[in-house]
C-alpha cells in the first residue's frame, strides 16, 4: 500500500518478473496505467482493429473507453502503478483527455533524461522491494496539485459506490457544480465524462458478477446491470473486451483451468 499523499491517488505499486501466464492479455476499465520497462519491449493495441506498437520504455495509459490488448515479451521485467481513476491526472503534463485511447511511452510525458535516469536507478537497485521504494519517490517528488481533484475524486467514489448507476445531473447538482464544469474537469483528471465513467463502472459490475463456473442467465445479467435489452449488453460486452460475453466466458473457465488461484484471475485475461 503506497503511503501518503499517494494512497489517496494509487491503488498498488507492482514489480514483475517472468514469464507471463499468456502472451497477450485484455486489460480492464476502469483503470490508469503506468509502467516502467526493464526488460525487452512490449506491444500495446489499442481497440479490436488497431496495428499494434512497440514500447521499450514503458508505456502510460489513461482510462480507457474500449478494448485494448498488452503482449508480454517472453520474459518480461518492468515495475509498475495501477493508479485510481482520477489518480493519474497529477502526474501528468497535459490533460488526461489528450491521452484518451492512446498509449504513450513515459518518455513523452517525463521526458528522456529522466526516463533514462530512473530506468537505471532501478536496474542497479537491490532488489524488487528497493525498486518499489525508488518508484514511489519519484512519484510523490513529480506530484503536483491540480485544481478539481478533489471534486473528481468525490464525484468518482459516487459512480463507482453506485456501480455506475446515478444521475450525473443530480451528481453535479450534489457537488454544486454545472454539469459542464464537473465534465471539464473529469476530461482533465481521467480523460473521460462522469456519464462515460458510469457507463464504464456499470459495465465492468456486470462482467465480475458473471460466475464462470456455472450457468449463465445472459438475459437476466443484462436487465440487472440496467441494459436495454441483451443487443445493447453484447455491444458493450465487445467495445469493452473484444470479446463476445460467450467467448469472455470460455476464456474465463479456461484461464480458471489452466491457472487455478492466479493473481490474474477474471481480469487481465487472455485475449485469444
Known sequence: MPRPPLDGLIDDLYYLEGAPPYARLTLPPPAALLIVNLGAPFRIRAGTDGEPADYADGCVVTMPTRAWEFGYPPRTRSVGVHFKPWGMGPFLSMPAAELRDRPVTIEQVWGRSAVTELQDRLAAAAGPHEMLTLLEEELVRRLRETAGLGLVRHASSVIAAAGGAVSIGDLSSAAGVS??????????????????????????????????????????????AGYFDQAHFNHEFREFTGLTPTRYVEVRRRFLREHPGHVLDSWPLPAD
Open 179 to 224: 454539469s459542464t464544469h464537473l465534465a471539464q474537469r473529469f476530461k482533465e483528471h481521467i480523460g473521460v465524462t462522469p456519464k462515460r465513467l458510469a457507463r464504464t463502472h456499470r459495465f465492468a459490475a456486470a462482467a465480475f458478477a458473471i460466475d464462470p463456473a456455472g450457468p449463465v442467465d445472459w438475459g437476466e445479467l443484462a436487465s440487472s
